[in-house]
């Protein structure tokens, strides 16, 4: 099993422009989560699914959308970057909820620069 | 290499304090973080630590750092039903302004409360 995956690793943008991040993860989990992780502050969450076809906004929603079309991956789209939105976004899975071993998969994250 | 570990359980009456444990390899961790995830939800940050701190309260959390041993706590004073959840401890090795830095989670321990 790969785990949870994340392309690309690192992308340089200039402002205006729009690129999608791919999580994709082969543990056949219900949940995803897309989190942005910023110098000193930790994780914040900004969209998850709680299954295929559902999404949900989390804690900083706005300048991101996200889909997911199939179960096993979950895209982040920034459909115009901002300077703002520089920072490392993780992907996580997790089963389920409820059983003592159900737990967040990380992925590697992807390192992203809007200039 | 670098890991973070935690028992996967907790078990605490309603009203005691609960202490959720961890320790990491990386000496040159910078900063720790105690997360927070309720059912469904991702996850929250409750609290950081910088390495050069040997405690850090907020309200009913205290954060215990021993540097030395590379140990973490978390105490919850008079535990509530609302603090069910599964509690992540995580490290940094830096502000997240170079290429290699990165943080990394531990598996999460469910704190379970008794009534």
């Known amino acids: 099993n790969a785990g949870v995956t994340q392309t690309p690793k690192f992308r340089v943008l200039k402002t205006g422009q729009s690129m999608t991040l791919l999580c994709a993860q082969d543990m056949n989990h219900e949940y995803m989560y897309w989190y942005r992780q910023d110098p000193g502050m930790g994780l914040r969450l900004i969209h998850y699914?709680?299954?295929?076809?559902?999404?949900a906004k989390g804690e900083v929603p706005d300048g991101y959308n996200v889909s997911r079309l199939k179960k096993q991956n979950f895209l982040l789209g920034l459909e115009s970057a901002a300077p703002s939105q520089t920072s490392v976004y993780f992907c996580?899975?997790?089963?389920?909820?409820?059983?003592?071993?159900?737990?967040?998969?990380f992925g590697p994250g992807t390192r992203l620069t809007v200039l | 290499g670098e890991d973070v570990e935690q028992s996967l359980f907790l078990s605490v009456r309603e009203g005691d304090s609960s202490v959720i444990n961890c320790t990491y390899t990386d000496s040159s961790s910078t900063y720790l973080y105690w997360y927070k995830q309720e059912p469904g939800a991702g996850l929250q940050l409750l609290t950081y630590i910088f390495s050069n701190m040997d405690m850090k309260q907020d309200q009913r959390l205290t954060v215990l750092l021993n540097k030395k041993d590379k140990h973490l706590s978390l105490r919850i004073a008079d535990t509530q039903t609302g603090d069910s959840a599964i509690y992540f401890c995580?490290?940094?090795?830096?502000?997240?302004?170079?290429?290699?830095?990165?943080?990394?989670f531990g598996k999460g321990t469910r704190l379970h409360i008794l009534p």
């Open positions: 995580a490290e940094s090795m830096g502000k997240g302004m170079n290429r290699d830095d990165k943080i990394i």
């Open positions: 699914s709680v299954g295929e076809g559902t999404t």
């Open positions: 996580a899975s997790q089963s389920s909820w409820g059983r003592i071993t159900d737990t967040q998969y």
